[in-house]
Antibody, heavy 121, light 112 residues
């Protein structure tokens, strides 16, 4: 059974940067698109970014130009580098796997437990 | 614009059944969706993918008490024989051809 484990969450000042990582196990990582999804306190789930198996990235408008998603298939890992952080980026960040091999669209079928990012001075 | 609409809350008694609804916006009624369960302090859990014809594919280990169905623009999650651990937030999700994902606002399910 596949598993995802996020790390890197922290308290960061507005305007600062942070890198989150996601370690994958239990499935053929390089065959699946991977995503970041966040949940701000008291709010619902919000898609952030997705990277295809070959490294092509897609972003939500709210983070475009500030966040960069990437992956290392040799290490079964994915990351997101977050720049110019704002208070509204405060959230628990989850990594998630897309259900079907090689497709960049589809349901998220495996989720991590999340890592907290707090943007505050 | 692709939008998913969910009722903010639902409630049902222990042992009873409940049917949660996710409504697709006009022009998107043939989209498949996924249902996820979100409990406090835990990561979301994939429950199932529900297609426009009502067929569904459940995630690993999801109990038979959980089932999905469709009618027009609506996608349903039915939970039977409700248990206390089913109390959670339930989100529907879909995806668009421009490589983006949409979540509904979530339904908070209370088991009485």
């Amino acid at each position: 059974e596949g598993q995802l484990l996020e790390s890197g969450g922290a308290l960061v000042q507005p305007g600062g940067s942070l890198r989150l990582s996601c370690a994958a196990s239990g499935f053929t990582f390089g065959s699946y698109a991977m995503s970041w999804v966040r949940q701000a306190p008291g709010k619902g789930l919000e898609w952030v970014a997705t990277v295809s198996p070959t490294g092509r990235a897609s972003y939500a408008d709210s983070v475009k130009g500030r966040f960069t998603i990437s992956r290392d298939n040799s290490k079964n890992s994915m990351s997101v580098h977050m720049n110019s952080l704002r208070a509204e980026d405060t959230a628990v960040y989850y990594c998630a796997k897309v259900l079907e091999q090689w497709l960049v669209q589809g349901a998220f079928d495996i989720w991590g437990q999340g890592t907290m990012v707090t943007v505050a001075s | 614009q692709l939008v998913l609409t969910q009722s903010p809350s639902a409630s049902a008694s222990l042992g009873a059944s409940v049917k949660l609804t996710c409504t697709l916006s006009s022009g998107h009624t043939r989209y498949a969706i996924a249902w996820h369960q979100k409990q406090p302090e835990k990561g979301p859990r994939f429950l199932m993918k529900v297609n426009s014809d009502g067929s569904h594919n459940k995630g690993d280990g999801v109990p038979d008490r959980f089932s999905g169905s469709s009618s027009g623009a609506e996608r349903y999650l039915t939970i039977s024989s409700l248990q206390s651990e089913d109390e959670a937030d339930y989100y529907c999700q879909t995806w668009s051809t421009d490589v983006s994902w949409i979540f509904g606002g979530g339904t908070k399910l209370t088991v009485l």
